[in-house]
C-alpha cells in the first residue's frame, strides 16, 4: 500500500495574485525585458511546485505552466509555425510566440499579422490557440520548453512528471490552414519522429514519467480512425528507453474508447472519476495489471470542497479491485487545476466563515488529494481533517441559506403554460409590427456601449465612496441621456442604453440576485493573460426586487418616439459563467435563475418597455462533449429560456442575442427557443451562417452581424452592403435587421460613431433599393 501516490494533473499558472497576468502585460507594453519574464516566471513556477510538495504530494508535474496557451506551446515546440510569424525572431525568441497569440503590428519593422484563431478548450470558459498545418507541412523540435522546465525543476531537487499535450489531440484540435485541405490529422506519421525527438532529450535529462494529456479521449472518436492512430504514436513512443507514460484524459467519461485505449502500450491511465465517474467499473475490468490507474477524484473544475469520504469509498474500492495488480494507484485531481482559482486564503475575511467552509480552490485541493492518498494508506493518520471535511460537507448540505423552499415549490408547480407564449409567431408578429411602426430593416446595437474611461473612473470612485450613490446615479443617468440621444440622431431605429452601470453581464445579475457569492481573488485564465472571476452560486437563486426597471424606464423616457431594448443576461449564460452548485442539476439552478429573469421581463413590460433583449451568449458552449448527452442539455436549455421570456403579451417583442460560436450544431435549439428576434455573431464565418440557414430555415426575425465588434478597424458602407445584399439572398427582406456581431463596451467611441452611421446608410440604402 505504501506504493499509493499522489498529483496534480496541472497548476494554475497566473500565481497567487496574478503575477504572470502582470509579468507578460509589462513585457508586451516594453516596461521589462525578456530576461525579468523569464525570470519572474521560474519564480513563479518554483513557488507553485513548493507549494504540491508543501501538503505532501509525492509527485509534481512540470511544463503545466505557460506564457500564454498550452496548445500554443506545444505546436510551437514541435514546429507548427505557419509562414507569416517565421521570420519574426532570430534564434530562440518569443517575438513570434506572442505574435501567434495575440498578432504582432509594429510599422517601424514593417510587420501586421493577426493572431492564430482562438476556440473555447473543450467545455471549459478557457481558450486555446487554434494551430493551422498546412498540406505541405513539416515538424521541426523548435522549443524545448518542456525539457527546459523539467530541468529546472531537477535542479530544484524535485523529481518532477513532464507534461505534453498528445500528437493525436493536437492535431484533432488543429485546422487545415488558409488554402490547404488535407486533415490535420493525416499528418500524423511525419509529426511522431518529432515528438519522439523531444521525448529522448527528456529520457536524456532523466524523466522517468511523462504524463500525456489525449483530453479527445473524452470525446465521441471514429474507433477506425483513432485506434490506429493512437496505437502507431505510443508503439513509437514505447520504443523509448527509460520513459514511462501516464495516457491522461479528463472532461468526461472514456465511455467506447476504453476499450482500445486501455490497450494502448502505456504505462498508466489517468481517469476522471468526477465527470467521468460512469468508467469505473468497466475501468477495473479492462485496464491490464500491470498499468497505474490514476484516479482523478479532486474536482479540477469546481470551487467545493470535496465530500473526501465519499471519495475514499471509491479510492477504496479500486485499491481494493486493484490488490493483486503489479503497478500502483495514483491519487489526483479530475483534470489540471488550471481552472480553479489559486487560493482560498485571500478570501478569509472577505466571504464568511460558513461560505469559506464550503470551499477549495488550487491550493486547498492538493491538500484534498493529500489528505485522500493518506487516509488510503491509513486513515488514522489523517482522522481530524476527514471528520473537519466531513463536517464542512454536512453544513454545507444543512444550511438554511442554500434551500429556500419558496423557491424550490414555485419551480416544480410550474405547468406548461410557463413554456410558451400566448399566440404563434407569425401572429405576434403582426401586432408587433402595429405596436412598434418599425421601417423594413430595423437597425439596431446589440446593447452595450463604451465603457470608457470615465465611466470606469466613476464607477472605481462610487466603489471607493468618493462618489455618493446619487451622484454616481446622476453620472449614468446623463451617459444614457447622450448615448440615446446620439443613436436617435444617427437614425438607429431600435435603442439601447449602453449598460455603463454594468462591468460584467453576468456580475451584475448575480449582484442582484439571492443564492450568489463574490470572491475577492477568485481568478481563472480565460484566456492569454486575460482572467474572469466567476460568481459562485450556492444556493436557491430568487429576486429580491427588480434589477433593470428603473434603468430601462429611464431610458426610454429619453427616447420619446423610438423603443429602448430591456437588456437582461439569459439563464444559461450567467449558469454557464459562474461557479454553479454540485448539490442539485444545473438544470434545476437555470430554471431558478429563469424565474428571476422572468418576473423581471413581465416588470419590463408593465414598465412600458416594448421590446425586451435576453442575451444567451453561452448557450453553444454548454453542449456536452458526447453527442448522447445533446438532447438532454438542448431541451432543459431551450425550456428555461422560454421560461424566462414567455410571460409577456404578444405584442412584446423579446431579442435574444448568441455570439462566440458557430451554431449551427444548435440551429435547430435556437428556433425552438421561439424569440420574435435574434441577433448573431457572423461577420467573422459568413458562409456558416448562410449555410445553416440553407439547410434549416429561419421563419423569426433575425440580424446577423454586420461587422466583427472585435477589433477598432471601421467597416466601410460598401462591404457591409455587400454582406447584407448576400443576407438577403436567404432571409426574407421583411424579417432581415441591421445590426454589428455583439456589444460596444470593448471599443472606443470615435469608431463605434463611425461604425454605426455607415451601418445606418446601409440598411437606409437597402430600403431604397427594396421600394
Ligand atoms: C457577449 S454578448 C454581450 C451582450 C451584451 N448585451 C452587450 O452588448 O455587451
Ligand atoms: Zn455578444
Known sequence: MSSIKSTILGFPRMGSDRQLKKLVESFWAGKISETELVEGSKKLRAEHWALQTSYGLTEVPAGDFSYYDHVLDTAYSVGVVPERYQNLDKEGGIQAYFAMARGLQNKSIGVDVPSLEMKKWFDTNYHFMVPEISDDQQFSLH???????????????????????????????????????????????????????????????????????????????????????????????????????????????????????????VDG????????????????????????????????????????????????????????????????????LLHSPHSLKPEAGHLDEETLGWLSFAEEKIE??????????????????????????????????????????????????????????????????????????????????????????????????????AEYQEFLDAETRKCIEWQDEIGLDVLVHGEFERTDMVEFFGENLEGFVFTKKGWVQSYGSRCVKPPVIFGDVSRPKAMTVDVARFAQSCSPNKPVKGML????????????????????????????????????EAAGIKVIQVDEPAIREGLPLRKSDYETYLKWSVDVFRLATTGVRNETQIHSHFCYSDFNEI?????????????????????????????????????????????????????????????????????????????????????????LTNLVAVAKDARKQHA
Open 569 to 604: 443576461t439569459g439563464p444559461v449564460t450567467i449558469l454557464q459563467w459562474s461557479f454553479v452548485r454540485d448539490d442539485q442539476p444545473r438544470s434545476q439552478t437555470a430554471g431558478q435563475i429563469a424565474l428571476a429573469i422572468r418576473d423581471e421581463v413581465v416588470d419590463l
Open 368 to 469: 484534498e488529494v493529500a489528505i485522500l492518498a493518506a487516509a488510503a494508506i491509513d486513515s488514522s493518520s489523517v482522522e481530524a481533517q476527514l471528520q473537519s471535511n466531513a463536517a464542512k460537507v454536512l453544513s454545507r448540505q444543512q444550511s438554511e441559506r442554500i434551500t429556500r423552499p419558496a423557491v424550490q415549490q414555485r419551480l416544480a408547480s410550474l405547468d406548461e403554460t410557463f413554456y410558451s407564449r400566448q399566440a404563434p409567431f407569425t401572429e405576434r408578429q403582426q401586432v408587433q409590427r402595429s405596436a412598434l411602426q418599425l421601417p423594413l430593416f430595423p437597425t439596431t446595437t446589440i446593447g452595450s456601449f463604451p465603457q470608457t474611461a470615465e465611466v470606469r473612473k466613476a464607477r472605481a470612485q462610487f466603489r471607493k465612496g468618493a462618489l455618493s450613490p
Open 269 to 336: 491511465i489517468h481517469l476522471d472519476l468526477v465527470r467521468g465517474a460512469s468508467d469505473v467499473d468497466a475501468a477495473l475490468n479492462t485496464i491490464p495489471a500491470d498499468k497505474v490507474i490514476s484516479v482523478g477524484l479532486i474536482n479540477g473544475r469546481n470551487i467545493w470542497k470535496a465530500n473526501l469520504n465519499k471519495q475514499l469509498e471509491t479510492l477504496n474500492k479500486v485499491i481494493a479491485a486493484r490488490a493483486s495488480a503489479s503497478a500502483p494507484v495514483w491519487v489526483s485531481s479530475s483534470c489540471s
Open 143 to 265: 522549443s524545448t520548453k518542456v525539457v527546459d522546465e523539467f530541468k529546472e525543476a531537477k535542479e530544484l531537487g524535485y523529481n518532477a512528471r513532464p507534461v505534453v499535450l498528445g500528437p493525436v489531440t493536437l492535431l484533432t484540435l488543429s485546422k487545415a490552414a488558409k488554402g490547404s485541405s488535407s486533415a490535420p490529422l493525416s499528418h500524423l506519421s511525419k509529426l511522431i519522429p518529432v515528438y519522439v525527438k523531444l521525448l529522448g532529450q527528456l529520457a536524456a535529462a532523466g524523466a522517468e514519467w511523462v504524463q500525456v494529456d489525449e483530453p479527445i479521449l473524452a470525446l465521441d472518436l471514429d474507433a477506425a480512425v483513432y485506434e490506429p492512430a493512437f496505437d502507431q504514436v505510443y508503439s513509437e513512443f514505447a520504443k523509448i528507453s527509460g520513459l514511462k507514460y501516464l495516457l491522461t484524459s479528463y472532461f468526461d467519461c472514456l465511455g467506447d474508447n476504453l476499450a482500445w485505449a486501455a490497450a494502448l502500450p
Open 667 to 755: 440551429f435547430t435549439a435556437i428556433k425552438g427557443l421561439d424569440a420574435d428576434v435574434i441577433t448573431i455573431e457572423n461577420s467573422k464565418s459568413d458562409l456558416k451562417l448562410l449555410g445553416a440557414l440553407e439547410v434549416h430555415g429561419y421563419a423569426a426575425e433575425i440580424g446577423p452581424g454586420l461587422y466583427d465588434i472585435h477589433s477598432p478597424r471601421v467597416p466601410s458602407v460598401e462591404e457591409m452592403a455587400a454582406r447584407f445584399a448576400a443576407l438577403q439572398k436567404y432571409i426574407p427582406a421583411e424579417n432581415l435587421w441591421a445590426n454589428p456581431d455583439c456589444g460596444l463596451k470593448t471599443r472606443g467611441w470615435p469608431e463605434v460613431k463611425e461604425s
